[in-house]
């Protein structure tokens, strides 16, 4: 028996982004809606006929009634292909949840929510073994079931599951465990991990798919699905395929003057059109003397012209006015004075109202800069 | 600048003129009693170099005098070595004249001379600029020494007065520009915090952005609030959903349920049985209640035929005894009449034997007593009627008795009432006689036996009464209604079955109330205990009643999980509760700004701070010159102590032994001696500088001990050596011991202009 379908996860429909503009965070929730299209063009250029969602469709159990339809209606559009749904920590099949309304709103023939732990039949001679979650934490492994899990002899058994592998170190953000070796104890051909947002392979036959779009700035490797080709004792094989439209990076520099920045710039540029659609989060450290400050703000704004979206994270950015932001405050008098002592407050790493001091000490040098520009 | 002679008429006190014509260059003192001109001297000499002659209005009606006239001023004064007059006329024919008496030249006149003036006094502007430095007016010297104050009011103007400080000191410094840098850095952070918050209270500038991000930080606040609310509550249905679910998939457990129904079955099955088996019991019961029943009807039928034969036999023996007792009382009848012993009979023997006796007791009681004592042969031979009379023996004669002796005759005794006695003797005898012929015919011959025989009559009455009451008893209603009942009955035997009939229908009936009764005990063996069908029934009952208890409960707990459904479902159309993120993010965006606007209040205060400090740094190197100046004074009379002087050359506070009073809160005359020694200082300071003017101290010191005021006559004489002292007072004794020439008012005759 060979079998050829696609494994994901983790899609997070109607996520909201609160910490991006409203028109930025818009798009990067419509994005999670088409990648199911892109998912669906995955899977037929795969010639896979079933798409296995491994829990957390959809990002909330709360979410308003046409967020649903809409996810229904992208999955509905592909009819050629089977979408298996798996409920997972944040879309859990709980009374009176989402699964529920789901139902009500009879979801289309080509959808089938697993939200009952028994073998089903993908294909002849194919079954899965959902582990769907009751709740957002049940407390045991829902995939132990599948060990005792009867299938008819010579079936192909794909398990599917939400949750972290324990002891993979790697955690997922839900508080379910389940067994490293689970794929082994249940004679699964294939275990599809979801809640893992990065991609990652525990063995051969148990893989996390990880996100097919990426929601933040990445410790992990997210924006796949996985193409999986079943062929009766082989190996499971494996291929990851790129599904994301947003790239998310972020990015650490270590700066002590604008031109620190040029590596960054030759990598930024290399994304070519990718740009568009890139985020970036610059983290920098160091200190950066007044004049550059302004250079920095004018290469920030320069990226947020090229790049989807920019931040600068500057807490672990010192400011140091030099001799020439100095020199202009006079060689004597109170406001050098008054700027030495707040940049030996600035510069004192110990001092408690160091960060104050050298906000104080750029509003001192702006406020000299203006009355010598009002004077 | 000194003063060399001042002159002045119809000035104030003086209509008339007057002059001082000998100031010495060191110190001068004017000493006089109060009201002799000391004041006016002092407003005439301000009025000469800082009033404009063609003053008008009240500061020229203020200094004329009582007595009307047009104020005249004159003024010789020396500046830098060279010597002037300035001559000002008030008033009508107002004019100003400036002479150089080196060179006895007038130089100029009017607004050309005011001109000069102020040039050669190097005063800018209207104020008296320097010379209000050093110029006390009288009951000014306790007012602290601000300069720019203005005299007449206390309150702040420009007489250039502190700008001449500045001037003075500012050549020297380069920092004073430094200062209008810091001065201008401060105001604008001032003004920035000021958009913040408001200054003075650390509260935010309502209407600010830092007030603004408060109460967007406050708003969001409590939109989270309300979400989080929304989505506990939601949370909290979605888990009553959950229980409620399994609550009603375990009250529908198809096992359970089963079993439960079985129970009820079973229980209503034996139940029904156990009932069908005490109706037949209570069929049977019935059944042989109905048989003895008529089995003892069939007994009584019996023996009621027995009783009525009875009856018949009764009555029959009845009836012949009432017939034998009316034959006994027909004998009796029969031997009544038969009987002559009538009662009326046997009364009349008794009536007659009465009578009879009744007649002998009369004869008796009227008789005679004859009693005879006869010999036993006379006895022989006497006889009455015949009869022998016993020899002693008595004799009652009732009428007459004859008593014949034989022998002798016959004695007739006859009684007195013979005949009466012979009449009761006669009726006597008559009675006795039909006594005798009753008596034989009851055959009776005593009385007891007529009497005997008329109880044995009164006895067969009594008998023959006694016979007919039970007669009467027996058949009250007369024998034939005894016969018509006995009748009667016979005729009812007569139409009764026979008696063996009944008695065989008897025992037929018997038997069968015995068969029922066998029959109805087989029934009662048949039906269980009451207190098991009891208990079974209240099973039953138990068991249906926990039974639509749990129907209830699954209805109240469907409908609820209905209710649930429905609310979950409108709130997750509205999709609020899925809005938490958002408004978190809201909230986490608010509470950003407040950090940021916090961290720049902070930042502008901070910075504030240090400016205020190097500031600090810059005026004391800017008053410095103004406090040296004052220090060899202060040193005269405040040994020890040191000044804090402001920005403006105001004196805020004295600091001895390291405690800074301000000067508010010092006695007068510590103030006023400050005042003074603030003033040498300022005259210190301008004669240093090249640019002396005369201190004039109009009435100071008032409040002095005399140690202060010796140590302040000190202080004097060590100014005089650097400039022009005048000092007036009106303590003559008091200044005794200040050195210095003593002026004199002459009288003056103004010439011409």
Same mark, same amino acid.
């Given at each position: 028996m060979s079998i050829r379908f696609i494994h994901t996860a983790d899609?997070?429909?109607?996520k909201v982004y609160p910490r991006f503009s409203s028109e930025l965070a818009g798009e990067l929730t419509a994005a999670r809606l088409a990648a199911i299209p892109r998912i669906a063009s995955i899977a037929r250029a795969e010639g896979a006929a079933h798409v296995l969602v491994a829990g957390d469709? +959809?990002?909330? *159990?709360?979410?308003?009634t046409v967020a649903l339809r809409r996810a229904l209606e992208h999955m509905r559009a592909a009819e050629d292909i089977r979408w298996l749904l798996l409920p997972g920590n944040?879309?859990? !099949?709980? !009374?009176?949840g989402i699964w529920e309304r789901i139902a009500r709103l009879t979801p289309p023939g080509n959808v089938t929510a697993l939200t009952e732990a028994q073998p089903f039949e993908i294909a002849r001679g194919a079954v899965v073994l959902p582990a769907p979650l009751?709740?957002?934490?049940?407390?045991?492994?829902?995939?132990?079931?599948m060990d005792d899990a009867v299938t008819a002899p010579g079936v192909t058994r794909i398990g599917l599951a939400h949750g972290s592998v324990v %002891? +993979?170190?790697?955690?997922? =953000?839900? !508080?379910v465990g389940i067994a490293p070796d689970r794929a082994k104890r249940a004679g699964l051909a294939y275990l599809a991990l979801g809640d893992w947002h990065g991609l990652t392979e525990i063995d051969g036959a148990t893989?996390?798919? %990880?996100?097919?779009?990426?929601?933040?700035?990445? *410790?992990n490797e997210p924006g796949f699905v996985l193409s999986v080709a079943l062929d009766g004792a082989a190996p499971a094989r494996v291929k990851p395929i790129a599904s994301a439209a947003f790239r998310w990076m972020k990015s650490t520099v270590a700066i002590r003057?604008?031109?620190?920045l040029t590596p960054l710039d030759r990598q930024l540029d290399a994304l070519a059109d990718g740009k568009r659609q890139t985020l970036l989060r610059v983290t920098l450290q160091g200190s950066l003397a007044l004049d550059d400050v302004s250079a920095l703000d004018a290469w920030a704004e320069t990226w947020a012209g090229r790049l989807r979206h920019i931040e600068i994270v500057r807490d672990k950015l010192s400011v140091t006015p030099n001799d020439g932001d100095f020199s202009r405050l006079g060689a004597t008098g109170p406001l050098a004075a008054a700027a030495a002592r707040l940049s030996a407050i600035a510069n004192?790493?110990?001092?408690? =109202?160091r960060d104050d001091a050298a906000l104080a000490l750029l509003r001192l040098f702006a406020f000299a800069e203006a009355r010598e520009a009002g004077a | 600048m000194k003063l060399l002679a001042l002159r002045l008429a119809a000035f104030r006190r003086f209509g008339d003129g007057v002059a001082i014509e000998d100031f010495a260059p060191g110190v001068n003192v004017l000493a006089?009693?109060?009201?002799?001109?000391k004041s006016t001297v002092f407003q005439a000499l301000e009025a000469a170099f800082h009033?404009?002659? @063609?003053v008008t209005g009240s500061v020229l009606d203020g200094m004329r005098p009582h007595g009307g006239g047009e104020p005249l001023v004159e003024v010789d004064f020396e500046i830098a070595g060279a010597r002037w007059r300035i001559r000002k006329q008030f008033g009508r024919g107002k004019d100003a004249v400036l002479t150089d008496l080196d060179r006895q030249a007038v130089v100029a006149r009017a607004l050309d001379a005011e001109e000069r003036l102020a040039s050669l006094l190097q005063?800018?502007?209207?104020?008296?600029?320097?010379?209000g430095l050093a110029w006390v007016r009288q009951q000014?010297?306790?007012?602290?020494?601000?300069?720019?104050?203005?005299?007449?009011?206390?309150k702040a103007k420009s007489r250039g007065e502190a700008r001449a400080l500045s001037d003075i000191i500012g050549a020297e410094l380069e920092a004073a520009a430094n200062g209008e840098a810091l001065s201008a850095v401060m105001e604008l952070a001032t003004a920035r915090l000021a958009d913040l918050v408001t200054l003075g209270r650390d509260a935010a500038r309502k209407h600010g952005p830092y007030d603004l991000a408060l109460k967007e930080q406050t708003r969001q606040r409590e939109a989270l609030a309300q979400t989080r609310a929304l989505v506990a509550a939601c949370e909290a249905r979605l888990e009553r959903m959950a229980r409620v679910s399994a609550a009603i998939a375990e009250l529908t457990d198809p096992v359970r349920v089963a079993a439960e129904l079985a129970d009820i079955e079973r229980l209503d099955r034996a139940t029904a049985a156990n009932a069908e088996a005490r109706q037949q019991r209570d069929r049977m019961r019935a059944e042989a209640e109905a048989a003895e029943r008529s089995a003892e009807q069939a007994a009584n039928a019996l023996s009621e035929r027995d009783r009525l034969a009875e009856s018949v036999e009764d009555l029959t023996a009845q009836v012949a005894r009432i017939e034998s007792l009316r034959s006994d009382i027909a004998a009796r009848v029969a031997d009544l009449n038969a009987d002559v012993a009538t009662p009326a009979r046997v009364q009349r023997c008794v009536d007659l034997y009465d009578a009879v006796r009744q007649a002998n007791a009369e004869l008796m009681s009227r008789s005679a007593d004859v009693a005879f004592a006869l010999t036993p042969e006379g006895a022989a031979r006497v006889t009455i009627e015949g009869r022998p009379v016993e020899r002693d023996s008595r004799l009652s004669v009732a009428?007459? &008795?004859? /008593?014949? /002796? @034989?022998?002798i005759g016959s004695i007739r005794i006859t009684t007195a009432d013979a005949d009466r006695a012979t009449a009761i003797k006669a009726r006597r005898d008559a009675a006795a006689e039909d006594l005798a012929t009753e008596m034989a015919l009851l055959g009776a011959t005593t009385l007891d036996d007529v009497k005997a025989r008329g109880l044995v009559r009164t006895q067969s009455v009594e008998h023959l009464d006694r016979a007919r009451g039970r007669l009467e008893g027996m058949a009250p209603s007369g024998v034939a209604a005894i016969a018509a009942r006995r009748q009667a009955i016979v005729d009812k035997l007569a139409a009764t079955p026979s008696r063996d009939a009944l008695a065989e229908r008897a025992a037929e009936l018997q038997r069968a109330a015995l068969d029922a009764r066998a029959r109805r005990a087989g029934a009662e063996s048949g039906v269980e205990d009451d207190a098991v069908h009891a208990k079974r029934a209240a099973d039953l009952a138990a068991l249906r009643t926990s039974s639509a208890a749990r129907q209830k409960t699954l209805q109240t707990f469907e409908l609820e999980l209905g209710e649930l459904r429905g609310q979950q479902a409108s709130i997750d159309e509205e999709g609020r509760a899925a809005l938490l993120p958002l408004v978190e993010g809201a909230l986490a965006d608010a509470d950003a700004d407040v950090a940021r606007l916090e961290r720049e209040i902070r930042a502008l205060r901070m910075l504030l701070r240090t400016l205020d400090d190097a500031g600090r740094d810059l005026k004391e190197r800017y008053l410095e010159p103004v406090t040296a100046a004052i220090a060899p004074y202060l040193a005269e009379v405040f040994p020890d102590a040191g000044l804090s002087i402001s920005r403006a050359f105001g004196l805020d506070a004295i600091v001895r032994g390291g405690v800074r009073e301000p000067y508010?809160?010092?006695s007068d005359g510590t103030r006023e001696q400050l005042a003074v020694l603030v003033r040498l200082g300022f005259a210190r300071l301008l004669a240093t500088r090249g640019q002396p003017v005369p201190l004039i101290l109009d009435d100071?010191? &008032?409040? @002095?001990?005399d140690a202060r005021l010796a140590a302040m006559c000190r202080a004097l004489e060590q100014a005089g050596l650097l400039h022009q002292v005048v000092v007036m007072t009106c303590r003559v004794t008091s200044f005794a011991?200040? @050195?210095?020439r003593r002026l004199q008012i002459k009288p003056w005759r103004a010439g011409g202009m």
């Amino acid at each position: 028996m060979s079998i050829r379908f696609i494994h994901t996860a983790d899609w997070q429909i109607a996520k909201v982004y609160p910490r991006f503009s409203s028109e930025l965070a818009g798009e990067l929730t419509a994005a999670r809606l088409a990648a199911i299209p892109r998912i669906a063009s995955i899977a037929r250029a795969e010639g896979a006929a079933h798409v296995l969602v491994a829990g957390d469709v +959809f990002d909330s *159990d709360r979410l308003e009634t046409v967020a649903l339809r809409r996810a229904l209606e992208h999955m509905r559009a592909a009819e050629d292909i089977r979408w298996l749904l798996l409920p997972g920590n944040h879309d859990p !099949a709980r !009374a009176g949840g989402i699964w529920e309304r789901i139902a009500r709103l009879t979801p289309p023939g080509n959808v089938t929510a697993l939200t009952e732990a028994q073998p089903f039949e993908i294909a002849r001679g194919a079954v899965v073994l959902p582990a769907p979650l009751v709740n957002r934490n049940p407390g045991r492994d829902p995939s132990a079931w599948m060990d005792d899990a009867v299938t008819a002899p010579g079936v192909t058994r794909i398990g599917l599951a939400h949750g972290s592998v324990v %002891g +993979f170190g790697s955690e997922g =953000e839900s !508080a379910v465990g389940i067994a490293p070796d689970r794929a082994k104890r249940a004679g699964l051909a294939y275990l599809a991990l979801g809640d893992w947002h990065g991609l990652t392979e525990i063995d051969g036959a148990t893989w996390y798919s %990880g996100t097919p779009e990426p929601d933040r700035y990445p *410790d992990n490797e997210p924006g796949f699905v996985l193409s999986v080709a079943l062929d009766g004792a082989a190996p499971a094989r494996v291929k990851p395929i790129a599904s994301a439209a947003f790239r998310w990076m972020k990015s650490t520099v270590a700066i002590r003057s604008i031109a620190d920045l040029t590596p960054l710039d030759r990598q930024l540029d290399a994304l070519a059109d990718g740009k568009r659609q890139t985020l970036l989060r610059v983290t920098l450290q160091g200190s950066l003397a007044l004049d550059d400050v302004s250079a920095l703000d004018a290469w920030a704004e320069t990226w947020a012209g090229r790049l989807r979206h920019i931040e600068i994270v500057r807490d672990k950015l010192s400011v140091t006015p030099n001799d020439g932001d100095f020199s202009r405050l006079g060689a004597t008098g109170p406001l050098a004075a008054a700027a030495a002592r707040l940049s030996a407050i600035a510069n004192d790493a110990a001092h408690p =109202e160091r960060d104050d001091a050298a906000l104080a000490l750029l509003r001192l040098f702006a406020f000299a800069e203006a009355r010598e520009a009002g004077a | 600048m000194k003063l060399l002679a001042l002159r002045l008429a119809a000035f104030r006190r003086f209509g008339d003129g007057v002059a001082i014509e000998d100031f010495a260059p060191g110190v001068n003192v004017l000493a006089a009693a109060n009201e002799t001109g000391k004041s006016t001297v002092f407003q005439a000499l301000e009025a000469a170099f800082h009033t404009r002659f @063609a003053v008008t209005g009240s500061v020229l009606d203020g200094m004329r005098p009582h007595g009307g006239g047009e104020p005249l001023v004159e003024v010789d004064f020396e500046i830098a070595g060279a010597r002037w007059r300035i001559r000002k006329q008030f008033g009508r024919g107002k004019d100003a004249v400036l002479t150089d008496l080196d060179r006895q030249a007038v130089v100029a006149r009017a607004l050309d001379a005011e001109e000069r003036l102020a040039s050669l006094l190097q005063l800018a502007g209207d104020g008296p600029g320097r010379f209000g430095l050093a110029w006390v007016r009288q009951q000014r010297s306790l007012r602290a020494p601000d300069p720019d104050l203005d005299p007449d009011t206390g309150k702040a103007k420009s007489r250039g007065e502190a700008r001449a400080l500045s001037d003075i000191i500012g050549a020297e410094l380069e920092a004073a520009a430094n200062g209008e840098a810091l001065s201008a850095v401060m105001e604008l952070a001032t003004a920035r915090l000021a958009d913040l918050v408001t200054l003075g209270r650390d509260a935010a500038r309502k209407h600010g952005p830092y007030d603004l991000a408060l109460k967007e930080q406050t708003r969001q606040r409590e939109a989270l609030a309300q979400t989080r609310a929304l989505v506990a509550a939601c949370e909290a249905r979605l888990e009553r959903m959950a229980r409620v679910s399994a609550a009603i998939a375990e009250l529908t457990d198809p096992v359970r349920v089963a079993a439960e129904l079985a129970d009820i079955e079973r229980l209503d099955r034996a139940t029904a049985a156990n009932a069908e088996a005490r109706q037949q019991r209570d069929r049977m019961r019935a059944e042989a209640e109905a048989a003895e029943r008529s089995a003892e009807q069939a007994a009584n039928a019996l023996s009621e035929r027995d009783r009525l034969a009875e009856s018949v036999e009764d009555l029959t023996a009845q009836v012949a005894r009432i017939e034998s007792l009316r034959s006994d009382i027909a004998a009796r009848v029969a031997d009544l009449n038969a009987d002559v012993a009538t009662p009326a009979r046997v009364q009349r023997c008794v009536d007659l034997y009465d009578a009879v006796r009744q007649a002998n007791a009369e004869l008796m009681s009227r008789s005679a007593d004859v009693a005879f004592a006869l010999t036993p042969e006379g006895a022989a031979r006497v006889t009455i009627e015949g009869r022998p009379v016993e020899r002693d023996s008595r004799l009652s004669v009732a009428d007459q &008795v004859d /008593i014949a /002796i @034989a022998g002798i005759g016959s004695i007739r005794i006859t009684t007195a009432d013979a005949d009466r006695a012979t009449a009761i003797k006669a009726r006597r005898d008559a009675a006795a006689e039909d006594l005798a012929t009753e008596m034989a015919l009851l055959g009776a011959t005593t009385l007891d036996d007529v009497k005997a025989r008329g109880l044995v009559r009164t006895q067969s009455v009594e008998h023959l009464d006694r016979a007919r009451g039970r007669l009467e008893g027996m058949a009250p209603s007369g024998v034939a209604a005894i016969a018509a009942r006995r009748q009667a009955i016979v005729d009812k035997l007569a139409a009764t079955p026979s008696r063996d009939a009944l008695a065989e229908r008897a025992a037929e009936l018997q038997r069968a109330a015995l068969d029922a009764r066998a029959r109805r005990a087989g029934a009662e063996s048949g039906v269980e205990d009451d207190a098991v069908h009891a208990k079974r029934a209240a099973d039953l009952a138990a068991l249906r009643t926990s039974s639509a208890a749990r129907q209830k409960t699954l209805q109240t707990f469907e409908l609820e999980l209905g209710e649930l459904r429905g609310q979950q479902a409108s709130i997750d159309e509205e999709g609020r509760a899925a809005l938490l993120p958002l408004v978190e993010g809201a909230l986490a965006d608010a509470d950003a700004d407040v950090a940021r606007l916090e961290r720049e209040i902070r930042a502008l205060r901070m910075l504030l701070r240090t400016l205020d400090d190097a500031g600090r740094d810059l005026k004391e190197r800017y008053l410095e010159p103004v406090t040296a100046a004052i220090a060899p004074y202060l040193a005269e009379v405040f040994p020890d102590a040191g000044l804090s002087i402001s920005r403006a050359f105001g004196l805020d506070a004295i600091v001895r032994g390291g405690v800074r009073e301000p000067y508010g809160t010092l006695s007068d005359g510590t103030r006023e001696q400050l005042a003074v020694l603030v003033r040498l200082g300022f005259a210190r300071l301008l004669a240093t500088r090249g640019q002396p003017v005369p201190l004039i101290l109009d009435d100071p010191l &008032v409040y @002095a001990d005399d140690a202060r005021l010796a140590a302040m006559c000190r202080a004097l004489e060590q100014a005089g050596l650097l400039h022009q002292v005048v000092v007036m007072t009106c303590r003559v004794t008091s200044f005794a011991g200040l @050195a210095g020439r003593r002026l004199q008012i002459k009288p003056w005759r103004a010439g011409g202009m």
